[in-house]
């Protein structure tokens, strides 16, 4: 099983940019890992903001988020990231990285990004 593990989240202020890490516990990524960001902002519906191939890096984004958000990966150190700036108040969310493995599909536990207004 994939275990995906997330990293950087915490407060930010609205125009700050911010890093988010997944790393898969006890393992790595391998072949065509799927690898996903989503958040989950407070009442509202799980989004995804972008998802990258981990064998080619090959990356779509949301088109909403297109922009603001970055998502890459960095093969050496085994890392899926989310690079986000010009954060703004609406992007407080609970951000989490997916991975799907085959028809195996695996969720971090999650980062509070609270972004002050």
């Known amino acids: 099983q994939v275990q995906p593990v997330e990293s950087g989240g915490g407060l930010v202020q609205a125009g700050g940019s911010l890093t988010l890490s997944c790393s898969v516990s006890?393992?790595?990524?391998?072949?065509?890992?799927?690898v996903a960001w989503y958040r989950q902002a407070p009442g509202k519906e799980r989004e995804v903001i972008a998802t990258i191939t981990w064998d080619d890096g090959s990356r779509q984004y949301t088109d909403s988020m297109r922009g603001r958000f970055t998502i890459y990966r960095n093969y050496h150190e085994n890392r899926a990231f989310l690079h986000m700036n010009g954060l703004k108040f609406e992007d407080t969310a609970n951000y989490s990285c997916?991975?799907?493995?085959?028809?195996?599909?695996?969720w971090g536990q999650g980062n509070q990004v609270p972004v002050s207004s």
């Open positions: 006890g393992g790595t990524f391998v072949g065509d890992d799927m």
């Open positions: 997916r991975v799907k493995r085959g028809s195996v599909v695996c």
